[in-house]
C-alpha cells in the first residue's frame, strides 16, 4: 500500500460507511443534540444567576430548573444512542472488512502467502481489525459531531458579541484540528511500529509454542524467554514513547482551554467595563466558553487513539491492497482432463532458479513417479501444476488448453493435492473429511478411508468418525494424519492425484497397502513424488529430477 497522509486513509475508511450512512446520520443527530444539552444546563444555571443577582421581578427561577433537569435527562438518553448507533456501525463494518480481509487472504494464497509470518498473520486478523473499532464508533461522528456544534456555538457567541465568536474560533481550531494534527504526526512513524513489533511478538509467541517440545528437549527455555523479553521490552519503550506523546497532548489541551476561558472572562471584563455590553452577556459568555469545549476536546483525546487506529489501518488496507501473484481465472469454458505437457518450463523463486527447460508429459491414465533427491523441484513442479504459481518460461498444458486458460475451479475439480505436511481442522474427523466433498454419502466417507487405510483406526476410536481432532492434528499421529489427507483425496474423485511424498510418515504395512489401493485406481492419473525408490515400485515410469536449484 502507497503511504498515504493520514487524511486520505481516513477518506478511504470513511467510504466505508455508506451503506450504514442512515445510522451514521442518526449517531451525528444525537451526539449533536446531547453536547447541546450539557452546554445548556450551566449557560441556563448562568442566566438564572445573573438574573437573581440583578434582582429581576418576577423571574420563572422553577422554568430553569426544570429546564436544566430536562436537559440532564435527555443528556443520558442522546449520548447512549450515539454511542449504540455507533457502536453498531462499528461491528457491522468490522464484520465487513474481516470478510473483506479473508477474501483478500483467498486471493493471495499460495504464493504471496508462503513465508510470511503466521503470527504477524493472526495478530493482524485479530488485533489490528479490532484497533479500527476505534475510528468507526469513535471517530468519524465525534468530527462531524464537533463541527455541527462548534458553528451552532460560534452562532451563539457571534449574538452575544462578534469578538467572542473570533476567540471562540481560534480556541476551537487549535484544540480540534492543530494540536491533533501535530500529536498524530509526531507519533505516527511510533504507531507504525507498534503495531508491528506487536506483530513480531506475537509470531515469536506462536512460534515458541508450536516448537514447544524442541525448546525442551534442547533446554531452549531460557533463549526463548529471553527472546520473548527482549521483544516485549522493545515494545515497552515504544508504548512509553506513545503515553509520553499522549500526556503531552493532554498537557497541551489543558493549558489552552485555560488560556482561552481566561482570555475570553477578561475580554469579556473589558467590554463590560466600556459598556459595550451588560453584565449578563459578559457573564454568559463566559460560562458558554467554559463549558463548550466538549466536542473539540473529543478530537483533540482522538490523537492519541489514532496513532494505533492509522497505524492498524495502514496494515489492515496493505494487506487488501497487495497484489496477487497468481490471478484466479474464471469466464472460460470448462475443459475435460487429458495428457499433462509440460515444455521447456523455467521457473525460479526471486533469482533461485528451481527449474530449467524442464519438459516431460504424463499420460492420462497413468502413475507416474517423480524421483529426486530434496531440493530438485519435485514439490515445486506439482505446484506448478495446480497453478499455484505462473511460470517463468514454457508452458504447461491439459489437453490442448493451457493451465492459464483453465479456470481456477475446473482446474481444482481436476486435481488432489496432497502434501506430507498435513492440516487438519480442530473440528471432527468426519467434517475434516468432507471439505473433499461436502455432499459426500457415509458409504462414500468409509469407502475412502478404506482405500486410505484409516477406517479400522477411526473406528477403534470412542466416537468413530464424529471423533474431535485437536488444533492442527496434535492428536493424532503424522501417519494418521497422513493417512486423512489420502482419503481426503480418495473421496475427492478427481481425475488426477498430485501426492508429494504421500507415505512419508507411514509404517511399512501401511505404505504397502495405500500404494496397493493407488494401483488399483485404474482411472486415475497418478504423479507420486518421493526420494525413495522403493515407493515408486507402482509407477508405470519414472522421472528423475536433478538438483538444478541456483542462485
Not at 515445486?380 to 505462473?390: D, E, G, I, S
Request: aromatic share 8%; glycine share 6%; net charge negative.
Amino acid at each position: 500500500m502507497k503511504k498515504d497522509s493520514n487524511f486520505k486513509l481516513m477518506l478511504r475508511m470513511s467510504a466505508l460507511v455508506k451503506p450504514l450512512a442512515g445510522y451514521m446520520i442518526l449517531a451525528i443527530t444525537l451526539g449533536v443534540l446531547g453536547f447541546l444539552c450539557a452546554i445548556f444546563i450551566p449557560y441556563s444555571a448562568a442566566i438564572l444567576i445573573s438574573h437573581i443577582a440583578l434582582g429581576y421581578d418576577h423571574f420563572p427561577v422553577h422554568v430553569f430548573f426544570i429546564a436544566m433537569i430536562v436537559f440532564a435527562v435527555l443528556r443520558g438518553i442522546l449520548h447512549y444512542g450515539e454511542q449504540a448507533c455507533n457502536h453498531y456501525i462499528a461491528f457491522k463494518l468490522l464484520a465487513i472488512i474481516r470478510d473483506q480481509v479473508f477474501k483478500a487472504l483467498r486471493r493471495l494464497c499460495p504464493a504471496k502467502l508462503e513465508g510470511k509470518d503466521k503470527g504477524n498473520l493472526i495478530f493482524l486478523i485479530t488485533s489490528d481489525i479490532e484497533a479500527l473499532e476505534v475510528f468507526y464508533a469513535h471517530t468519524i461522528s465525534p468530527i462531524a459531531i464537533a463541527i455541527i456544534t462548534c458553528i451552532i456555538l460560534l452562532c451563539m457567541f457571534f449574538n452575544l458579541h462578534p469578538l467572542f465568536a473570533l476567540i471562540a474560533c481560534i480556541a476551537y481550531v487549535c484544540l480540534g484540528i492543530v494540536f491533533p494534527a501535530e500529536i498524530t504526526k509526531l507519533g505516527k512513524e511510533d504507531g507504525k511500529q507498534s503495531r508491528q513489533e506487536f506483530g513480531e511478538l506475537s509470531n515469536y509467541t506462536l512460534e515458541s509454542l508450536r516448537g514447544i517440545q524442541e525448546v525442551l528437549q534442547y533446554d531452549l527455555g531460557n533463549q526463548r524467554i529471553e527472546g520473548m523479553q527482549q521483544r516485549s521490552e522493545t515494545l515497552n519503550i515504544r508504548q512509553k514513547k506513545l503515553k509520553s506523546i499522549e500526556g503531552i497532548s493532554g498537557s497541551l489541551s489543558n493549558m489552552a482551554i485555560m488560556g482561552f476561558s481566561l482570555t475570553m472572562v477578561i475580554v469579556a471584563g473589558i467590554l463590560m467595563l466600556k459598556g459595550e455590553i451588560s453584565f449578563t452577556t459578559a457573564f454568559l459568555a463566559s460560562v458558554l466558553m467554559v463549558s463548550s469545549f466538549g466536542p473539540v476536546m473529543a478530537l483533540s483525546n482522538l490523537s492519541n487513539n489514532l496513532l494505533v487506529t492509522m497505524a492498524a489501518a495502514r496494515r489492515v488496507l496493505g494487506l487488501l491492497d497487495e497484489k496477487e501473484m497468481v490471478s484466479e481465472v474464471f469466464g472460460h469454458k470448462d475443459v475435460l482432463f487429458d495428457d499433462i505437457d509440460v515444455q521447456n518450463v523455467d521457473f525460479a523463486y526471486d533469482e533461485e532458479v528451481i527449474l530449467k527447460d524442464f519438459s516431460t508429459t504424463f499420460k492420462k491414465g497413468e502413475i507416474t513417479g517423480i524421483l529426486g533427491k530434496s531440493g530438485s523441484g519435485k514439490s515445486t513442479l506439482l505446484k506448478l501444476l495446480m497453478h499455484f504459481w505462473n511460470i517463468d518460461q514454457g508452458e504447461i498444458c491439459i489437453g490442448n488448453t493451457k493451465i492459464d486458460d483453465i479456470n481456477t475451479k475446473n482446474l481444482r475439480d481436476m486435481q488432489s493435492y496432497v502434501t506430507q505436511d498435513t492440516v487438519l481442522f480442530h473440528d471432527s474427523i468426519l467434517n475434516n473429511l468432507l471439505i473433499a466433498k461436502l455432499d459426500a454419502t457415509k458409504e462414500e466417507v468409509e469407502e475412502a478411508c478404506k482405500k486410505a487405510n484409516i477406517h479400522e483406526f477411526i473406528m477403534t476410536l470412542p466416537n468413530g468418525y464424529d471423533t474431535k481432532v485437536e488444533e492442527l492434528g496434535e492428536s493424532l499421529s503424522g501417519g494418521e494424519r497422513q493417512r486423512l489427507a489420502l482419503a481426503r483425496a480418495f473421496l475427492h474423485q478427481a481425475d488426477c492425484i498430485l501426492l508429494d511424498e504421500p507415505t512419508s510418515n507411514l509404517d511399512a504395512l501401511n505404505e504397502v497397502e495405500i500404494l496397493k489401493n493407488l494401483k488399483d485406481q485404474k482411472d486415475k492419473t497418478i504423479l507420486l513424488v518421493s526420494h525413495r525408490p522403493s515407493t515408486l515400485k507402482i509407477a508405470d515410469r519414472i522421472i528423475k529430477m536433478e538438483n538444478t536449484r541456483c542462485s
